[in-house]
């Protein structure tokens, strides 16, 4: 059989696997890993200003939202495996766009990129909650994180370093990675999901889902806690380039450009210890370790902005903050998927994935109106601001969230 040659993840298996979700994410890692440094600083230079960006990133997540929270409205009538189809595809012509340099087709890459990514990102999920069980979810989310963690840490300094070479090489690779995600999804034949059938009947309002969600306030805690964390990410990926470029860091070096990408690369290089993270926060409640995450992040960014006449000890507080916003990235998303009800799976994937749109609505919406009266460090502050929101918020989780369980049978914990 052709599947004999095949690499032993690549086989397939009668039930996907913590590791073929992994290979997956690790995949998408590689296509978004080498635009995420790239990308704002193409959009700067098209549009201009830190203001204009800010303007193009708005309008995308505006898109993205709307689109993500379609997605399982979509998948009513077209099958889950050709909606992820779908969201490879628009990498693809994402990045085309943004080969032309011009501002027309550098501000349609960016909501195009940010549909592509909300597509993968809904139909995703949604396979993990039909295959994972609820014990095995954190394994999943640090197993994802450690095959992300490679593309994650090279992609940011490779694609700006591609670009300074020639300015298409970058896009190009990550186009190259979008193929290779589509063809490996292929591969594993992860089909529709558990779930998911065609249509037999009038499609459901892809908005009354929502009042369902809003009804659980623990949706709604652990929703808040991705956006936040999303918050986080989006000024450190988006802001600190700029900051860097306006700051004119390494003076006579001509390395402004390339500092932000470098940061980004060695802070991503934290997911290598994602697994060792997990084993370490779960000596703690969940509610214990986030909050203890959310404090030391908004920290960081705090001290960003107290530090930004000084640019090298502002981009070394960004970093020190990066290192929990990877802490939040292992256990942040767990309270919302632990309180996910079997039945809601794929509405609620799509509820979920909305916290990338939103955050990418609400940071440069929010960075757009503190430029209006402060430099670009004030955004670095009120991050700070919102990370210190979420450790207050998250006291209101339950006390042994996170923890084993007794067994039915006598007092010894079941194990996770």
Partial sequence: MATRYLPLFLRHSPTPQVEHFALLAGLEAAVRGTLISAMPLVVYEAMGSAEATSAVY????LVAL???LMVPWFTRFLPRRWMYSAGCALYLVGMSLALTGTQLGVSLAVPVLAMATATTFVCFNAYVLDYIDRASLGRSQSTQMLFS????AVGPMLGVWLRSLWAPAPFLLAGAFA??????????RMGNGKQISRAKGPAPNPLGYLARFFAQTRLIAGWSFAVIRSCGWWVYVVYLPIYCVEANIGGDWGIADKVGGVALSFSNALLF???FMLRFTRRWPLRTALRAAFALCGTGFLLAAIFSPWPWVAVAAMMFASIFLVVLDTIGGLPFLMAVKPSERTEMAAVYSSFRDVSGIATPGIAWAVLLVAPLPGIFAVCGAAMGAAFVTASTLHRRLGLPRPSRGGGRPARA
Avoid: E, K, M, S
Avoid at 149 to 152: D, F, L, N, Q, R
Avoid at 179 to 188: E, K, N, S, Y
């Fill in 273 to 275: 210890a994602a697994p």
């Fill in 58 to 61: 708005f309008h995308a997540g």
């Fill in 179 to 188: 193929i290779a995600l589509l063809i490996a999804f292929w591969i594993l």
């Fill in 149 to 152: 963690a490679t593309p994650w």
């Fill in 66 to 68: 709307v689109w993500g």
